[in-house]
């Protein structure tokens, strides 16, 4: 019995989803999870060899996966992944979008080049994988769209700059998506990370001394681990989230309220 209302709850079987950045960090740590939960995934990022090891993980845990290699910064590259992405398992159900880029040179010094590279895989790509997938979501009654988003969206440090933009950007996004279809089944809402030992991160992981002092400022006393985000991601893809759009979940030891 217990089983089963799980299965209602969470169980993403039948389901199809697209994970972007989903070959490293938290995308790879959510496209296990909901592959795992049932779900039928696409991992679409960049570089191939870990694509396919991304891939060949999944499927030796006996889920369904494919892979896309696509460059996220054009917006002709990322039409033509979503493309790509379809001829796997067909339409997703699910849409993540955890691909995203972190310049972070002064304010003064960041230039046409950094705020457009980051604002293109970071905000327009999100944007343009909603339009194509989003209202087909609405059209078929069910749909969920997870945004990753941080902790620079609500709040400035650790040199925030050109990222810290483009997140408020994309929790704007989140609202936005969340308005137009939710009224049709189709949920919107970002997952917030404190600060995470991913590859995103090396500018900072490789400092002790900062990577002791973020910790200490959760209330669980240790940073966050890509795995900390697959019960979330599970949550926020199944049916028990079906009231829960256009909100902002913390994933983050408690450091955004400490």
């Known amino acids: 019995m217990t089983s089963h209302y799980l299965a209602e709850l969470f169980s993403l079987q039948g389901r199809v989803a697209l994970v972007t950045g989903g070959s490293s960090g938290i995308g790879r740590a959510i496209a296990e999870a909901l592959a795992r939960a049932g779900a039928s995934v696409v991992v679409v990022a960049r570089r191939e060899a870990e694509l396919a090891a991304t891939t060949a993980a999944l499927e030796a845990h006996g889920c369904r996966a494919a892979w896309v290699s696509a460059d996220l910064g054009s917006g002709d590259g990322v039409r033509a992944a979503a493309e790509q992405a379809v001829t796997a398992f067909g339409e997703p159900d699910i849409l993540v979008n955890s691909a995203g880029i972190n310049l972070r040179p002064p304010m003064g010094e960041i230039g046409d080049e950094v705020w457009d590279a980051t604002m293109a895989v970071n905000l327009r790509a999100p944007f343009l994988l909603g339009e194509r997938f989003g209202p087909g979501m609405a059209e078929r009654g069910f749909g969920r769209i997870i ?97 829960v759009t256009g909100q902002a979940l913390f994933v983050d030891g408690g450091l955004s309220s400490h």
């Open 147 to 243: 945004h990753v988003s941080s902790q620079q969206a609500f709040r400035a440090f650790v040199q925030s700059g050109a990222y810290g933009v483009s997140k408020a950007g994309l929790e704007g996004l989140a609202r936005s998506q969340a308005e137009a279809w939710s009224p049709h089944g189709v949920t919107c809402n970002t997952l917030v990370p404190g600060f995470v030992m991913t590859p995103l991160n090396a500018r900072l992981s490789g400092d002790p001394e900062k990577v002791a002092a973020l910790a200490a400022r959760t209330m669980i006393g240790r940073n966050g681990l890509a795995g900390d985000f697959a019960g979330a991601a599970v949550f926020l893809a199944s049916r028990a989230s079906a009231y």
